[in-house]
């Protein structure tokens, strides 16, 4: 089944969100996952940079969304010689995701910490904590994003350990609360 078809089955619910990132990591090494506990190495701080403007490499975009997390958030411009997997491009952007204890390396609950496992995030049928423990609540969850050099934002087909992207495309972790932001920025 395609995204597309996911999104317009589960039209109110976002659980396809979390559901894309198990499947497309499941059949990946957990070598290759992104962890929250993954040294960044001495690599990492000569090839990102921040950046406003254009990015010759691969402008990695993290947006706390609905959850407003300014500590969260980051712009960073990652240099790459061809097609990268998205997880290492996160590593050399020293943005670190972290999973859930049942799907340690196939989901993305937490990035850069966010959100805290004592934040209450706010949704429209009352207040709900992430614990991390299983698959993220189908209201509020990290989705990942693909823009490429010339062209619109779109939902990523595959999950951090098989994704790659090349220079001049972006990539963003967007958080989302009751389907709010429902895309990234332009």
């Known amino acids: 089944m395609t995204l597309t078809k996911i999104r317009t089955a589960a039209a109110g619910s976002l659980a396809a969100a979390g559901l894309l990132l198990t ?55 990652v240099s790459v010689d061809g097609p990268t997997v998205a997880s ?13 204890t049942q799907y340690p390396n196939e989901i993305v609950c937490r990035v850069n910490g966010v959100p805290a496992a004592d934040f209450d995030i706010k949704h429209k049928d009352g207040t709900y904590r992430e614990e991390c423990k299983g698959m993220p609540a189908a209201f509020a969850y990290w989705g990942l ?10 939902y990523a087909q595959e999950g951090l350990a098989t994704l790659k992207v090349s220079p001049g495309e972006s990539l963003e972790l967007l958080f989302t609360v009751d389907g709010e932001p429902a895309a990234p920025a332009a």
């Open 145 to 154: 994003w693909v823009k490429p050099a010339s062209g619109e934002w779109a």
């Open 88 to 100: 290492k491009v996160l590593d050399k952007a020293k943005v670190k995701t972290e999973g859930t």
């Open 23 to 77: 499947l497309a990591g499941c059949s990946t090494p957990a070598a290759t996952q992104p962890s929250a506990s993954a040294p960044a190495s001495s690599a990492s701080a000569s090839a990102a940079s921040t950046t406003a403007g254009p990015c010759a490499g691969v402008k990695v975009i993290v947006d706390s969304g609905a959850l407003k997390q300014a500590a969260a958030d980051t712009s960073t411009c």
